[in-house]
T-cell receptor, first 111, second 112 residues
Framework: GDSVTQMEGPVTLSEEAFLTINCTYTATGYPSLFWYVQYPGEGLQLLLKATKADDKGSNKGFEATYRKETTSFHLEKGSVQVSDSAVYFCALKTNTGKLIFGQGTTLQVKP | DVKVTQSSRYLVKRTGEKVFLECVQDMDHENMFWYRQDPGLGLRLIYFSYDVKMKEKGDIPEGYSVSREKKERFSLILESASTSQTSMYLC???????????FGEGSWLTVV
């Protein structure tokens, strides 16, 4: 069935470090791919999306490229800030509209 | 503002009880979802509905059923609650073809 697998956390980085959070997926057809972020005490917010192969989603300095050949959608940021500390969820949406999340990766950025 | 309302924030139920969790959205969204969120496991999809009376199983449907008789309302039913179903339950909705998902505030269920 359809599924999303993320790298396990927590990920602890110093401010200004480079961030990668790996995400791979299994799906039939051509899903859309997303990254959501959950800041402490808040609900999930859409961070970025990509709807077809080779699309790059970007927002707030974060980027992810839809790689069909490797079924991946890794999240990257060149220089993280303390305010980026949150839980990050990779997700896919099937052609029928079903939305499936990965298990989440906690990012902690230290000053 | 889109609003997704879950009827109960905190519930305590006994093992074997039938439990109803109600969710209502006010933006005419076609798609509605029930997830449970557990530490280290993220959001796991229980059931998904893409139209009235239409449903699709998610990753963990065992022990749950759903009902969608009206477009705005999506109910999650635990036929016979067990302690393993103690969790936080999240309802969500989206437009068909939309990418922004709207969550309710969550229902904390404890089964004793």
């Amino acid at each position: 069935g359809d599924s999303v697998t993320q790298m396990e956390g927590p990920v602890t980085l110093s401010e200004e470090a480079f961030l990668t959070i790996n995400c791979t997926y299994t799906a039939t057809g051509y899903p859309s791919l997303f990254w959501y972020v959950q800041y402490p005490g808040e609900g999930l917010q859409l961070l970025l999306k990509a709807t077809k192969a080779d699309d790059k989603g970007s927002n707030k300095g974060f980027e992810a490229t839809y790689r069909k050949e490797t079924t991946s959608f890794h999240l990257e940021k060149g220089s993280v800030q303390v305010s980026d500390s949150a839980v990050y969820f990779c997700a896919l949406k099937t052609n029928t509209g079903k939305l499936i999340f990965g298990q989440g990766t906690t990012l902690q950025v230290k000053p | 503002d889109v609003k997704v309302t879950q009827s109960s924030r905190y519930l305590v139920k006994r093992t074997g009880e039938k439990v109803f969790l109600e969710c209502v959205q006010d933006m005419d969204h076609e798609n509605m979802f029930w997830y449970r969120q557990d530490p280290g496991l993220g959001l796991r999809l229980i059931y998904f509905s893409y139209d009235v009376k239409m449903k699709e199983k998610g990753d963990i449907p065992e022990g749950y059923s759903v009902s969608r008789e009206k477009k705005e309302r999506f109910s999650l039913i635990l036929e016979s609650a067990s302690t393993s179903q103690t969790s936080m339950y999240l309802c969500a909705s989206t437009l068909n073809g939309g990418y922004t998902i709207y969550f309710g505030e969550g229902s904390w269920l404890t089964v004793v």
